[in-house]
């Protein structure tokens, strides 16, 4: 990728690849260097699917674009699928102080599970 001579072809045929294999950063830097706006589009709507915000947010800045719609729809997706951070991260960049209020209440909600476990989250045995 960092090679002077990689083409914009080769760099595309290698997002193309990551891209397929699941690598998805991996692809967004590929297209990237390739300024490949429909490969990037791709991996938006990935990670749209997935409430991926980092991934969204990595993509985008490939393509410079605001992505407002796509943001909404990953933010109500993430918290669809539990993934709260995203969710959160979603709508701060949105500026939805509720939307992001209901994703941290659910996160601390969580970690308020968490803190009545055991110390580091492993099992104990009986006897201990």
Do not use: S
Not at 50 to 58: P, R, T, W, Y
Request: hydrophobic share 35%; with cysteine.
């Amino acid at each position: 990728m960092y090679a002077t001579g990689t083409t914009e072809t080769e760099a595309r045929a290698w997002g193309d690849k990551y891209l397929e294999a699941g690598r998805f950063h991996d692809a967004v830097a590929f297209y990237t260097k390739a300024g490949y706006q429909q490969g990037l589009a791709r991996v938006i709507e990935m990670a749209v699917e997935a409430g991926d915000f980092q991934l969204l947010e990595e993509a985008a800045g490939g393509m410079g674009e605001e992505l407002h719609q796509e943001i909404q729809r990953l933010a109500r997706r993430a918290e669809q699928l539990g993934r709260w951070c995203d969710a959160q991260r979603a709508y701060a960049y949105l500026g939805d102080d509720l939307g992001r209020r209901r994703a941290r209440e659910a996160i601390e909600g969580l970690l308020g599970k968490r803190g009545e476990a055991d110390p580091g989250g492993q099992a104990q045995g009986e006897g201990l």
